[in-house]
């Protein structure tokens, strides 16, 4: 559990990590490569952690000093995916891609639904069929093969119905190591899918077109060793500039791309927020005495991220007026408008529209985190609010935020984790230093 005591000042410094969505889909793209792979920035997740595990369970070396993680994928031995580790992470399931075009054969548990909605993979699906692949779906399990002396996926055009991150990713991946010329038509143009295509293109991939709509990927025989260092998190850093605006703080952040935070920042202005760009990699938000009301519909990258959404939403609950917020890409994102209501807010929801009425303050109250972004949600929250807040559920923040907690001490923040936790933080403490198998 977390305890927080609001409405303190917070000041200084924080320095942003790796991005965990870059990271995910980085680690599995390793599996393309026989060879080594150094990837440097990597964050200290629960979630990495659990990437690590299944690449190992595949037969990959793995072994992480700081936030440096050296993987060797020569001796691939497995093609199926651990049923109990894949459940626990669904960006997994986009293993499935680089497994298929590495070994002709993958097979790779169904990741079934979240918190925030139902989550299904048909666009993966369809575009590695597209691609040659002979996919079937049983007992939870899809099993997904390309026949033949010398089994390869063959190039394709593919167009997805939505701009899906997941299954751009895969199927950019798989496309890397496949026989001919693939087109990815209406991809995802997220900043994590440009950095997946980078660190392909380190290796000897020869992809184009990576953060527009429309990706080439010429597929090439084989890959190499590389050494590539992950972008920072546009998401983390979302929610750093939100806790100073929520707290009439001023916070300065780095590492930082400022094109990545281009729809966040437009939107905190708007709200009544100063951002300054202090230099190409640090900015510098500065909270107002007063924030109005803005409305804000989340949408594929380059639009408002659906990540950024509840955090947003603490924000406006203390902004003059009402906003208007629509989430568009998930179908049940909206959980901790319940929560926040606990805590005094005033939001009512319509299906996938929430209204926030602003109010002059919010009280601080026990609440439950019921997925990663809406327990950031709370804790920005509960620094603006009046008293003490405590918030169950930390296994949530834990898979997406590096050590949070101590980065918001360190610029005054009053909150502690309350002794249950501790085994939990020595555990994240030892990520550092473990041969993490293989
Ligand atoms: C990635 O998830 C991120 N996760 C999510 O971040 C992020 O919210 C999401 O992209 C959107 O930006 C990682 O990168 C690990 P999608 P992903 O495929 O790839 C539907 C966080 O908080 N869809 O772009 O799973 C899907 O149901 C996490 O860090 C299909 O219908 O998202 C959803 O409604 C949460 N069929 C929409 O597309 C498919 O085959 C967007 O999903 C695939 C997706």
Redesign the pocket.
């Known amino acids: 559990m977390l305890e927080i005591w609001g409405r303190s000042t917070l000041k200084g410094h924080v320095q942003i990590s790796g991005a965990?969505?870059?990271a995910?889909?980085i680690m599995a793209g390793a599996l393309l490569c026989p060879e080594d792979c150094r990837l440097r920035n990597v964050p200290s997740l629960m979630?990495v952690q659990r990437m690590a595990q299944i690449l190992a369970a595949l037969g990959l070396k793995m072994e992480q000093h700081g936030d440096v993680l050296d993987i060797n994928g020569r001796d691939i031995q497995q093609s199926q995916a651990p049923y109990e580790l894949v459940s626990q992470l669904?960006?997994s399931f986009?293993a499935i891609g680089p497994l298929l075009a590495r070994l002709g054969v993958a097979r790779v548990p169904l990741p079934g639904g979240?918190a925030?909605?139902?989550?299904?993979?048909?666009?993966?699906?369809?575009g590695l069929q597209a691609m040659g692949a002979d996919v079937q779906i049983e007992h939870g399990m899809v099993h997904a093969y390309v026949s033949g002396s010398n089994p390869r996926l063959k190039g394709a055009k593919i167009y997805l119905?939505?701009?899906?991150?997941?299954?751009?990713?895969t199927l950019m991946m798989a496309a890397t190591l496949a026989d001919g010329e693939t087109t990815i038509e209406n991809a995802?143009q997220?900043p994590?899918v440009t950095d997946l295509a980078n660190f392909c293109q380190a290796m000897g991939a020869r992809i184009r077109g990576a953060g527009t709509n429309t990706i080439i990927i010429d597929g090439v025989k084989s890959l190499h060793s590389v050494e590539y260092s992950i972008i920072p998190d546009r998401?983390e850093a979302g929610t750093f500039l939100v806790a100073g605006a929520i707290t009439h703080s001023e916070l300065s952040l780095s590492p930082i791309i400022p094109d990545h935070l281009t729809a966040a920042i437009a939107k905190l202005r708007a709200i009544g927020a100063k951002v300054i760009l202090e230099s190409p990699t640090c900015v510098r938000v500065i909270g107002a005495n007063s924030h109005v009301a803005t409305d804000i519909e989340t949408l594929?990258?380059p639009g408002f991220?659906?990540?950024m959404q509840a955090q947003f939403m603490a924000l406006l609950t203390l902004s003059e007026g009402d906003s208007v917020i629509t989430e568009t890409?998930?179908?049940n994102r909206l959980r901790h408008v319940a929560e926040l209501n606990r805590m005094g807010a005033d939001i009512r929801v319509k299906g996938n529209i929430a209204i926030v009425r602003g109010v002059p303050m919010l009280s601080g109250a026990p609440v439950v985190a019921t997925?990663?972004?809406a327990s950031a949600a709370l804790v920005l929250a509960g620094l603006a609010a009046n008293g003490k807040t405590t918030i169950e559920g930390l296994q949530h923040l834990d898979r997406?935020y590096d050590n949070l907690v101590g980065k918001l001490q360190n610029v005054g923040a009053r909150l502690q984790r309350l002794k249950g936790d501790k085994e939990a933080e020595s555990e994240s403490a030892s990520l550092n230093t473990a041969n993490l198998g293989g």
């Open positions: 965990k969505n870059s995910l889909a979630d669904r960006a986009f979240c925030i909605g139902a989550r299904p993979v048909d666009l993966h699906v369809r119905d939505y701009p899906s991150v997941g299954a751009t990713e995802a997220e994590e998401i594929p990258y991220p659906t990540d890409v998930f179908e997925d990663l972004r997406g």
